[in-house]
T-cell receptor, first 110, second 114 residues
Framework: EDQVTQSPEALRLQEGESSSLNCSYT??????LFWYRQDPGKGPEFLFT???AGEEKEKERLKATLTKKESFLHITAPKPEDSATYLC???????????FGKGTTLSVSS | IAGITQAPTSQILAAGRRMTLRCTQDMRHNAMYWYRQDLGLGLRLIHYSNTAGTTGKGEVPDGYSVSRANTDDFPLTLASAVPSQTSVYFC?????????????FGSGTQLSVL
């Protein structure tokens, strides 16, 4: 059973069309939830860390939010350069390393 | 430029051969990790090291070994490669004391085992 589930698997948007990506987790004792961006042929690049329900972080057109069961990555007025795979990862109280979801591949067309 | 260097960038390997993937970081991070990334399965932890001299097993450690003789280097060895080890391998590091579990990743090694 997956501990971290991301949806949708793929998302196609028109430039300027805002949307949200979802990351839900099933275990308790969250120490932190992380969002990464991965471009083709490259390693993941850190975007945000969220530690507690209600917390929000923003960076340019991206805003990450956290509840007790899930996190959303909101993309406002996306541009083609926002096209990438977005990975969610969680660190649990008893964990030794991040557990990653399978990612959402975002394509933004002009 | 500070960061993580992985080598080789890509490799084609015959089944049964031994292979070491190299990973070096110059950020003086205490923790290092090896992940493999497969289509449909995402990133999965192979082995990790919290400090030099210590290592631990992740989710998929079978067929792999690691060592951490110093802070900067964390090589991953496949003793006898099998086709199921075809994957993209990422090395990562973190400085828990300074930035929590924020990971910095290398650019990856594309490994094909035939």
């Amino acid at each position: 059973e997956d501990q971290v589930t991301q949806s949708p698997e793929a998302l196609r948007l028109q430039e300027g069309e805002s949307s949200s990506l979802n990351c839900s987790y099933t275990v308790s004792g969250l120490r932190g939830l992380f969002w990464y961006r991965q471009d083709p042929g490259k390693g993941p690049e850190f975007l945000f860390t969220l530690y507690s329900a209600g917390e929000e972080k923003e960076k340019e057109r991206l805003k990450a939010t956290l509840t007790k069961k899930e996190s959303f990555l909101h993309i406002t007025a996306p541009k083609p350069e926002d096209s990438a795979t977005y990975l969610c990862a969680v660190l649990f109280q008893a964990g030794t390393a991040l557990i990653f979801g399978k990612g959402t591949t975002l394509s933004v067309s002009s | 430029i500070a960061g993580i260097t992985q080598a080789p960038t890509s490799q084609i390997l015959a089944a049964g051969r031994r292979m070491t993937l190299r990973c070096t970081q110059d950020m003086r991070h205490n923790a290092m990790y090896w992940y493999r990334q497969d289509l449909g399965l995402g990133l999965r932890l192979i082995h990790y090291s919290n400090t030099a001299g210590t290592t631990g097993k992740g989710e998929v450690p079978d067929g792999y070994s690691v060592s951490r003789a110093n802070t900067d280097d964390f090589p991953l060895t496949l003793a006898s490669a099998v086709p199921s080890q075809t994957s993209v391998y990422f090395c990562a590091s973190s400085d828990s004391a300074a930035s929590g579990e924020k990971l910095f990743f290398g650019s990856g090694t594309q490994l094909s085992v035939l």
